[in-house]
């Protein structure tokens, strides 16, 4: 156990963690070079085309020490935005040690801070480490003081590297192996180890990740689950090598998985406890926090035949994604779906793109939403999250929207830009300081209704990359709240409704009925948008009917050219959804809330 070091990256998004992992890998040998590619521990499709880690993944490298001795490094690769921050926080209990990365050109930034107070909540012991230092506009210098000032961390620990090069990777290892402490534990103690992750695989059922603890765990054992009690033989452990590999035993200080044959995937939880049946450990971990959804929006299937399937591969998607919350929804609009709650709207996106990958779902979500209170007249309190749900105005007494304390640090040249749109948003700006000569951490309150949707993108064009961004959650206060219907082809389509503050509901009616008439195609007759108020139509658009079938050009001669143009028109369907007699494509229910 000596010999084993539990350690995970944390940094601010870009600053490199992605490619340290992969030349920490490399160095190790794990695998063979034909075999390595890029960012290699971000495995899903949507983290390799948006670059970016979603998902922690684990990997178990082993490293023979300048003095000889043969270590196992469990490195943990951690998201860096702030909504997958739940993902970070477990990634973390399982470790006794963090490298904190900081770009050399960037310095300090709000994820960097976040992380590090992450880091200091589970007592990890930090090495700081400067990346890209091999970019000409590097200030190792100016980095360290602020590693000294900022973050409050010794300098001279620093490591210096640049993961592209591949420079400073023989000391960072070094470092590991000497300032990282070993974890503890009691190898001969009954097993208590904790599931931190876990992901479905088609062929062998749940595959749990954990961390031991104390005892060890092999094939044949008996192993109960702690929260229920559930109890399975375990038919293989092992260790994370970018592939899975299987090991005799797991024990005391070790990271790695366990298939036991299970089916029910509800069973497994993150930050349960994992025992042995007949010879249990005396007490459970305290398990995680749950996960606090700020986002709320539905899900639907498509083809209303797919609920089942819709059904089943959320519950799977559940065990890797432990942030996600879901129940029961129906609308009258779109069928039996899921209501769902997300950390943010990056997290909305993602949960999504796998759904429809990895599953093979074509799907709806609606607009997002926030939660409000609302006290009604009959003195009763009640929280909301859903427009379709939102009680007949004359009922409500007040209403209170959630706010959020936005810490946004920027190049003092776009203050201006930043102010604006903060103020465009309903923002309050409550403080700004210098971090440095030229960088400026603004502090602003914002309802968060006005920041789910498309904030953090308007902030990245309007600062050209350079604004970063983070919040916490503040109070709900009280609002002026509407709710905003839209009406296609004279049908209220719930599914299409927004609440929204009484000041921005007629121009956002007025946004909403022009990206509908732009994203619904024209079909055989004239379509009416309106979007309503209280009864009160406030805006109107109108899709005019399509004079021509499409395949009459092909003059019925080239009959492959029209079964083809067929087939397209068939697939493009797939993504649209009856409601009334109107085909409305899958992105309009996303596109009402954009705001131009
Ligand atoms: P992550 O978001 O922290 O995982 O960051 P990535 O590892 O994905 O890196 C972000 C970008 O920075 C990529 O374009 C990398 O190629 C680049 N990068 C990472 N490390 C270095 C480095 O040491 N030097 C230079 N010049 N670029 C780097
Ligand atoms: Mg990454």
Request: net charge negative.
């Given at each position: ?16 963690k ?5 030349r ?10 034909r075999?390595f ?7 899903m499709?949507?983290?390799r ?6 998902k ?9 020490a ?8 469990n490195l943990?690769d ?29 310095g300090?930034e ?17 090495i700081?480490?400067i ?6 506009s ?11 000032d ?7 620990d ?14 960072l290892l070094?470092?590991?192996v ?18 931190f992750?876990?992901h479905?695989?088609p ?15 092999k094939?044949?054992d ?11 033989k ?11 590999n299987?090991q ?27 025992t042995h049946h ?8 305290g ?11 539905s899900i ?31 609308s009258?609009?779109?069928?039996f779906?899921?209501r769902?709650g ?23 979500i ?13 003195g009763?309190?009640?929280?909301v999250?859903?427009?379709a ?41 409550r ?8 960088r400026?951490?603004?502090i602003?309150?914002l309802?968060?209704?006005e920041v789910v949707?498309?904030f953090?993108?308007k902030?990245?064009s ?19 709240l ?7 082809n004279g049908e ?11 000041d921005?509901a ?6 909403a009925?022009?990206?509908l008439k ?16 209280g009864g009160k139509i406030?805006?109107r658009e109108t899709i ?13 001669g080239?009959?492959?050219?029209k079964?083809?143009l ?7 369907k ?12 899958q992105?309009?229910?996303l ?6």
């Amino acid at each position: 156990m000596k010999n084993i070091r539990n350690f995970s990256i944390i940094a601010h998004i870009d600053h490199g963690k992605s490619t340290l992992s992969d030349r920490l890998i490399q160095s190790t040998g794990i695998i063979a070079d034909r075999d390595f590619h890029d960012q290699i521990l971000d495995s899903m499709d949507i983290e390799r085309e948006r670059g970016i880690t979603i998902k922690s993944q684990t990997v178990c490298l082993p490293y023979k020490a300048a003095d000889g001795q043969l270590f196992s490094l469990n490195l943990i690769d951690t998201p860096g935005h702030v909504d997958f921050t739940y993902e970070v926080s477990r990634a973390l209990a399982s470790c006794e040690g963090a490298l904190l990365l900081v770009d050399a050109t960037q310095g300090v930034e709000a994820q960097t801070l976040a992380n590090l107070y992450l880091a200091m909540e589970h007592n990890l012991t930090i090495i700081p480490v400067i990346n890209k230092i091999d970019l000409p506009s590097a200030n190792v210098e100016w980095v360290k003081e602020q590693i000294a000032d900022d973050l409050g961390l010794d300098p001279f620990d620093a490591v210096l590297t640049s993961a592209k090069e591949g420079t400073g990777i023989p000391e960072l290892l070094e470092a590991i192996v000497n300032q990282l402490p070993p974890p503890e534990g009691d190898a001969d103690a009954p097993l208590k180890a904790m599931i931190f992750d876990s992901h479905y695989d088609p062929y062998r059922g749940t595959v749990v990740h954990m961390r031991i603890v104390d005892g060890s765990v092999k094939a044949g054992d008996e192993i109960r689950f702690m929260s229920n009690d559930a109890v399975y033989k375990v038919e293989e452990v092992g260790l994370f090598q970018i592939v899975r590999n299987p090991q005799k035993t797991l024990s005391a200080g070790q990271v790695g998985y366990m298939i036991a044959g299970i089916k029910t995937v509800s069973d497994t939880r993150c930050g349960d406890t994992v025992t042995h049946h007949k010879k249990p450990c005396a007490k459970a971990f305290g398990g995680f926090h749950e996960a606090k959804p700020v986002v709320f929006s539905s899900i639907y299937p498509v083809a209303s035949d797919d609920y089942e399937e819709l059904a089943t591969a959320i519950e799977k998607l559940k065990l890797n994604d432990a942030a996600l919350m879901y129940e029961k929804d129906s609308s009258a609009a779109l069928g039996f779906g899921f209501r769902c709650g997300f950390l943010g709207m990056l997290h909305l996106e993602v949960v999504q793109e796998r759904l429809e990958r990895e599953f093979d779902l074509s799907l709806i979500i609606t607009a997002p939403s926030v939660s409000y209170h609302l006290e009604l007249m009959d003195g009763e309190n009640i929280v909301v999250d859903n427009p379709a749900l939102y009680p007949d105005p004359t009922l409500i007494k007040s209403v209170k929207e959630p706010f959020i304390k936005a810490n946004i640090i920027v190049p003092e040249r776009y203050m201006g830009a930043v102010m604006k749109l903060c103020m465009e948003r309903r923002g309050i700006n409550r403080n700004y300081q210098y971090l440095t000569s030229s960088r400026l951490e603004m502090i602003f309150e914002l309802p968060l209704g006005e920041v789910v949707y498309d904030f953090y993108d308007k902030l990245k064009s309007i600062t050209q990359g350079y604004g970063s961004f983070d919040y916490d959650m503040l109070e709900h206060r009280e609002t002026n709240l509407v709710k905003l219907d839209i009406l296609v082809n004279g049908e209220k389509v719930d599914a299409l409704a927004q609440l929204v503050h009484k000041d921005k509901a007629e121009a956002r009616g007025r946004m909403a009925c022009e990206r509908l008439k732009e994203e619904i195609p024209r079909q055989q007759f004239k379509i009416p948008i309106q979007a309503a108020i209280g009864g009160k139509i406030v805006a109107r658009e109108t899709i005019s009917a399509f004079r021509k079938d499409v395949t009459a050009k092909c003059y019925g001669g080239d009959i492959s050219r029209k079964r083809k143009l067929l087939e397209k028109q068939k697939k493009g369907k797939k993504r649209m959804k009856m409601v009334g007699q109107v085909e409305i494509p899958q992105a309009a229910f996303l596109s009402v809330l954009k705001t131009g």
